[in-house]
C-alpha cells in the first residue's frame, strides 16, 4: 500500500505554499482538439479561397510589387493581379512551419508553429483605463512602458506586442521611435510593433544595433516582430503597408502580416463567406512575402473579425468571434503555415462579469483549436479601444487555466490510482495527506495567484475583495519591478542620435 505523507501539519502547509517544481500550466500547451469545420469544409473554403485569388485577383497593386509578380510572368488584368493556385501553393510549400520569435533574451525565445499554444498581446489601444480613477483617458508613452515592464514578469504572456498608443506623441517617426524605445528598455521577451512607414525601420534597427553593442547585432538575431496589414479589405493591397513589407524583409525582421475584414461591412456577412474572403487576402499577402524572399518567416495571421449589425460597432467577443478564429487557427494549421488568430478580447469597458466571460470563451476555443499564437489575448478592454493593467493580471491568470485545459488528462497506472484507492477504502477512509494526493497537488493542479478560493466569511474578513481590487494589489506589487535591461552607455549613445521622451532610468 502506498503511504500518507509524513512530516506535521506545519510541514506540509510549508510544503503546499512553495511553487511547484514543474509549472502544471506552462505556455506552449497543444491545442488542436476543437474543430468547427468538417475536412470537406476545410477543403471548400480553401479553394472558394483560391478562386477568388485566381478569378477575382487583387486589386491596387504598388508598382514595385506588380514588377515582382511580372517576374512570375503574372500580369496585371485591367488593374488587378489575379494570383494562379500553382503560386499560392507553391508559397504555401517554401513557408516555414515552424520559427523562432527571438528574445533578447536568448532563453526566453519561443519556437511557434506546429500544435503549440502561445497566448501573447496585440491592440494598438488609444485608451488607458486609469488605475487611481477607473475612468479610460488618452494613453502615454509611459503608460506603454507600464505596460511593457508589467508583462514582463507575466509568466503566460510568451510575446508582447505594444499594446497602447502613445497619443503624447509628436508626428509618427517620433511615435514609432519612442514605441520601440519603450519595447527595449521593459522587457527582453520577444516583442512587436508597427512601423508606420517604411522609412522609420532603418533608424529603429541602428537604435537597437547601439542597445546591442555592435553594427548588425539585431539583424543576425532580431527579437522585434513587425506587425503589418499589407491587405485592405476587400481584396486590395495597401501601399504603405506592402513598403514597410519590403523594409522589413531587407532587414530580416519577422512579419505578422494580419487582415482584419469585418462581417458585413468589408466582408460577407455569413461565417464561411468572411472566412474565405479573409483567407483569400491572407493568402495574398502570404504571396506577397513569398515574391520578396522565398521562406521567409511570416505568422500567417488570419482575424476575421465581426460586426454587430445593428449598429456597425466593431463586436470583439462572442459566440461568433469564438468560432471564427477557431475556424482561422483550423485552416491554417490545415495549410501547415505558423497561425495567428485573435481571441481572448471583450467589449467591456470594466472588469466584470461580461470582460471575464467574453474573455474566457474565445481565448478557450482558439487554444482549443490550435492557434499558434493568440493575438490580443492580454489586457485589451473596450473592443480593442482600451488597455488595463489589472487586465493583463487577471488574463495571464486566464491563460494558466486554458493552459491546464489544453495539458488534458493524463493516463497511466500511476493516475489511475488503484493501489491509492485501496489504501484509503481500507485505511482512513480518505486521500487526506496521502501521497498520491501530495503527487498529484505538486504535479496536476494550477493554483491561482490572483482569483479567490476563501470561503465567504474569509472572504469578508480579508476586505471582501472583488477580483479587480486583488489584481490592483497584484499591479502595485509587480510596478516596483524597473528593469536594467539598457547599459548607461547605450542609453546615452542612443539618446544622443533619437529624441527619447522617457526620463533615464534613475540611478
Given amino acids: 500500500m502506498a503511504k500518507r505523507a509524513s512530516g506535521g501539519r506545519s510541514a506540509r502547509h510549508a510544503k503546499r505554499a512553495a511553487p511547484p517544481p514543474v509549472n502544471p500550466a506552462p505556455p506552449g500547451a497543444v491545442g488542436g482538439q476543437y474543430k468547427p469545420l468538417s475536412q470537406a469544409d476545410v477543403q471548400s473554403v480553401y479553394d472558394t479561397a483560391c478562386r477568388l485569388l485566381s478569378d477575382l485577383g487583387i486589386g491596387d497593386v504598388p508598382p514595385r510589387l506588380a514588377a515582382l509578380y511580372a517576374a512570375r510572368g503574372v500580369a496585371l488584368d485591367q488593374g488587378r493581379i489575379k494570383i494562379p ?24 525565445t519561443i519556437e ?19 488605475r487611481q480613477t477607473g475612468v479610460y483617458r488618452p494613453s502615454t508613452l509611459a503608460d506603454l512602458y ?105 532587414h530580416n525582421i519577422p512579419v505578422s502580416c494580419i487582415t482584419a475584414a469585418q462581417s458585413g461591412a468589408t466582408a460577407p456577412a455569413t461565417l464561411a463567406g468572411i472566412l474565405t474572403q479573409s483567407l483569400a487576402e491572407t493568402l495574398a499577402a502570404l504571396v506577397m512575402v513569398h515574391l520578396m524572399k ?117 493516463v497511466s497506472e500511476e493516475t489511475l490510482g488503484f493501489d491509492a484507492i485501496c489504501d484509503a477504502v481500507l485505511g482512513e477512509g480518505h486521500f487526506l495527506g496521502h501521497t498520491h494526493t501530495m503527487a498529484a497537488m505538486e504535479r496536476d493542479y494550477y493554483y491561482p495567484a490572483v482569483a479567490d478560493r476563501d470561503d465567504p466569511r474569509t472572504w469578508a474578513e480579508g476586505g471582501a475583495k472583488d477580483a479587480q481590487a486583488r489584481a490592483k494589489d497584484r499591479v502595485d506589487d509587480l510596478l516596483k519591478h524597473h528593469p536594467d535591461y539598457l547599459s548607461s552607455t547605450a542609453d546615452a549613445a542612443i539618446r544622443d542620435q533619437f529624441k527619447i521622451e522617457l526620463p533615464p532610468k534613475a540611478e
Wanted: charged share 15%; glycine share 10%.
Fill in 85 to 108: 493556385k500553382t503560386l499560392v501553393e507553391e508559397a504555401i510549400a517554401a513557408a516555414p512551419k515552424q520559427f523562432a520569435l527571438h528574445g533578447r533574451d536568448p532563453k526566453r
Fill in 112 to 130: 511557434v508553429g506546429g500544435d503549440a499554444v502561445h497566448f501573447g498581446t496585440g491592440g494598438a489601444a488609444v485608451q488607458t483605463l486609469d
Fill in 146 to 250: 507600464d505596460f511593457t515592464r508589467l508583462q514582463d514578469q507575466l509568466t503566460n504572456v510568451s510575446w508582447f506586442t505594444r499594446c497602447c498608443v502613445a497619443t503624447d506623441m509628436v508626428g509618427e517617426y517620433a511615435l514609432d521611435i519612442n514605441t520601440a524605445y519603450a519595447l527595449l528598455r521593459g522587457t527582453t521577451k520577444p516583442v512587436a510593433t508597427s512601423f508606420t512607414l517604411a522609412e522609420h525601420v532603418a533608424p529603429i534597427v541602428a537604435m537597437m544595433d547601439m542597445a546591442e553593442g555592435r553594427d548588425g547585432a539585431f539583424s543576425q538575431r532580431p527579437w522585434i516582430k513587425a506587425h503589418i496589414s499589407p491587405m485592405i479589405s476587400p481584396m486590395r493591397y495597401g501601399a504603405d503597408a506592402v513598403d514597410v513589407t519590403f523594409e522589413c524583409v531587407a
Fill in 294 to 410: 522565398p521562406g521567409y518567416p511570416m505568422v500567417f495571421s488570419n482575424w476575421p473579425f465581426v460586426i454587430d449589425l445593428r449598429t456597425g460597432a466593431f463586436a470583439s467577443a462572442g459566440g461568433e468571434m469564438a468560432v471564427l478564429n477557431a475556424a482561422s487557427a483550423q485552416m491554417i494549421n490545415w495549410l501547415g503555415l505558423v497561425s495567428g488568430v485573435s481571441a481572448g478580447m471583450t467589449d467591456a469597458k470594466s472588469l466584470d462579469a461580461q470582460y471575464g466571460a467574453e474573455k474566457g470563451l474565445t481565448a478557450m476555443a482558439s487554444a482549443l483549436a490550435g492557434g499558434n499564437l493568440i493575438y490580443e489575448s492580454s489586457g485589451m478592454t473596450a473592443a480593442l479601444l482600451g488597455a488595463s493593467l489589472e487586465g493583463f493580471v487577471l488574463d495571464n491568470e486566464m491563460h494558466s487555466h486554458i493552459y491546464r485545459a489544453l495539458r488534458g488528462v493524463e
